[in-house]
């Protein structure tokens, strides 16, 4: 009997210790399978070392699928950013408060826009960053400035019209309190017949809005130039020139498909009669890092030429010259039968600092007829003291005192050669 109690004590003692063997198995399995994997959470959960929101389960596999298709990954507010203020947003967008910085969005059908950017605000918005640029056309306004005018131009190729829309202009200077201004519109180099706009009352920043159409052929368009010339009324009828823009139509590419809004400052008319052979009006710079000097050839007025037809080309010649001895030379593009004629054409000459007292420039305006030679109209050397005086030898020392700034002035051309 004993030895048959002995044998099924042992038997149960082994069979308890197989199922303890086999628990203990399948726990170590379960909590290796579970490292290895990851669980959803199911309610709300907050945790203090991460200061993180999670939703619910059917929010969160709503929000995985939305993201699944738009590739688009949810954020988590960091704790960086717990207790700040947030902006107000729109379009229903949940916002994080102060009150309540682990608040919950409610579940429900949401747009394409809230699925992609998510429940949660992640950090503040600086609006400034998403604005688009500035226009400061109506804003900044130079020292100086006497207004500015804008206007569009568009060509049509079939019916041979040149379309100008005057647009505004701002910022008027009139010589009296109050302004009524209009504005002239010329196709140079026919400086005898023009265009007007209305006449606006009262106002220094008239809007125009007016269309004007020229009659001008696609081989002559480029050696055109508009001119625009802003008056203003006053209570004798009497017209005052406030202002004018000069726009060559040389560089510009004009189209039917392709209008051009533009805007320029208003400059003064020279008034000062001409001289006895004309004058030149240009711009000087020079870049001292980069050795480099700039010639801006902008206008003459008032030429002599021996000729006045369409078959005279007049051009002006940049020279540089140092110890009078010829360096390099450029010429602008001839205009057509104008003793007004337009260039803006800007030149660049290699020139070392230690050269400016000993260099020069020489401008020569030249007028040539088909079949015959060139004949010079005037000419205007700019330079140090060693070769000029007067107003030739202002405008190259503000060029030098003023580096890398545009001098512009006018000169008197003489025949001297």
Request: net charge positive; with cysteine.
């Amino acid at each position: 009997t004993e030895r048959a109690v002995a044998v099924a004590g042992g038997i149960i003692g082994g069979i308890l210790l197989f199922v303890l063997i086999g628990i203990t198995a399948c726990l170590l399995w379960k909590k290796f399978c579970h490292l290895l994997s990851y669980e959803k959470l199911t309610s709300p959960v907050k945790t203090t070392n991460a200061n993180a929101v999670f939703q619910d389960q059917s929010t969160s596999e709503i929000q995985l699928k939305s993201t699944s298709r738009s590739r688009s990954v949810p954020f988590i507010v960091p704790p960086t950013l717990h207790g700040r203020d947030w902006i107000n947003l729109t379009n229903e967008e949940q916002v994080q408060e102060d009150s309540d910085p682990y608040m919950v969005p409610q579940s429900g059908p949401r747009s394409s826009f809230h699925s992609l950017a998510g429940a949660y605000v992640v950090g503040t918005i600086n609006p400034e960053l998403y604005k688009f640029p500035e226009d400061k056309s109506e804003t900044d306004f130079p020292e100086g400035n006497i207004g500015r005018l804008w206007f569009s131009v568009e060509y049509e190729q079939e019916s041979e019209r040149l379309l100008v829309s005057l647009i505004k202009v701002r910022k008027l200077q009139p010589p009296a309190d109050s302004c009524s201004p209009f504005v002239k519109i010329y196709l140079l180099p026919d400086e005898r017949s023009y265009l007007q706009s209305k006449t606006k009352r009262k106002t220094l920043n008239p809007q125009f809005d007016e269309n004007f159409v020229f009659q001008v052929s696609s081989k002559m368009l480029l050696q055109r130039t508009l001119k625009f010339l802003v008056y203003h009324v006053d209570k004798q009828k009497k017209h005052h020139l406030l202002g004018q823009v000069v726009f060559p139509l040389k560089n510009e590419t004009l189209t039917d498909d392709n209008k051009l809004v533009i805007w320029r400052d208003l400059e003064k008319e020279n008034l000062e009669p001409p001289s006895d052979y004309g004058d030149i009006q240009f711009s000087l710079s020079y870049n001292d890092y980069l050795g480099r000097l700039t010639v801006v050839v902008l206008r003459a007025r008032g030429l002599k030429l021996q000729e006045e037809s369409h078959a005279v080309s007049v051009y002006v010649k940049v020279s540089l010259m140092n110890h009078n001895k010829f360096i390099k030379s450029k010429k602008t593009a001839a205009v057509l039968g104008s003793p007004n004629p337009v260039y803006n054409e800007t030149f660049s000459f290699k020139t070392d600092q230690t050269e400016l007292d000993t260099a020069s420039l020489s401008l020569s305006v030249l007028q040539s007829i088909k079949g015959e030679r060139t004949h010079l109209l005037g000419r205007v050397v700019v330079g140090p003291f060693m070769y000029t005086r007067g107003k030739e030898l202002e405008h190259w020392n503000e060029m030098i005192n003023k580096p890398k700034e545009l001098v512009k002035r006018w000169h008197a051309l003489c025949h001297s050669t």
